[in-house]
């Protein structure tokens, strides 16, 4: 059955980075492009990142532009979010998720939370 494991969050300080890892499993991986998504309290959830199947495109939400980059391994089915000069208003929940060309059912990880702070 399909999984995607989230995992690398933690409590890190206004300006700091973290990388954030998915690792799936029960899928064909290297066919579909990969989102990132993050949920933060009482809010909506958001899509961050989006990288294609072969990892040669990617887009951002204009609230994390030039501080996130988003990478995968087709070999290690797992795909990453790296994030830089980290603020307050990226503290959430980030789950990753399967994107184009998968349809439904819609599959979600347990996610991980990611918490910026002094």
């Known amino acids: 059955q399909v999984q995607l494991v989230e995992s690398g969050g933690g409590l890190v300080q206004p300006g700091g980075s973290l990388r954030l890892s998915c690792a799936a499993s029960?899928?064909?991986?290297?066919?579909?492009?990969m989102n990132w998504y993050r949920q933060a309290p009482g809010k909506e959830r958001e899509l961050v990142a989006v990288?294609?199947?072969?990892?040669?495109?990617?887009h951002f939400a204009d609230s994390v532009k030039g501080r996130f980059t988003i990478s995968r391994d087709n070999a290690k089915k797992t795909v990453y979010l790296q994030m830089n000069s980290l603020k307050p208003e990226d503290t959430a929940v980030y789950y990753c998720?399967?994107?184009?060309?998968?349809?439904?059912?819609?599959?979600w990880g347990q996610g991980t939370q990611v918490t910026v702070s002094s």
């Open positions: 029960g899928f064909a991986f290297s066919l579909y492009a």
């Open positions: 990288i294609s199947s072969a990892g040669g495109s990617a």
């Open positions: 998720n399967i994107g184009p060309p998968w349809g439904s059912p819609d599959y």
